[in-house]
């Protein structure tokens, strides 16, 4: 798989870092991929957010479909029980 940038645009304005990417999970793969982003935004680094993204690969270049944003760890956390309970045998 080609290399998948979470933000276009640079991650610095002078030398202050915009976005710092913490950790990102690979979905699923293929002409359509799915990747889940877990960053700090702004200088301060305030609480960590969360964002799903869709790519889909188009002449070997992914371009950026879709997204959702995780608005905060209460959010993430009733999204997780929600899939738990519909996917709990």
């Not at 200088?43 to 879709?66: D, F, L, V």
């Amino acid at each position: 798989m080609g290399v998948i940038y979470f933000f276009r645009g640079p991650y610095k304005e002078g030398d202050l870092e915009l976005v710092k990417e913490l950790d990102k999970q690979i979905l699923t793969k293929g002409a359509w991929t799915t990747i889940i982003f877990r960053y700090n935004a702004k200088q301060e680094y305030g609480p960590e957010k969360y964002t799903i993204r869709r790519y889909q690969k188009r002449n070997g270049e992914y371009m950026a479909k879709s997204k959702f944003n995780i608005s905060s760890k209460d959010q993430a956390r009733k999204i997780i029980e929600a899939l738990k309970h519909w996917t709990d045998d």
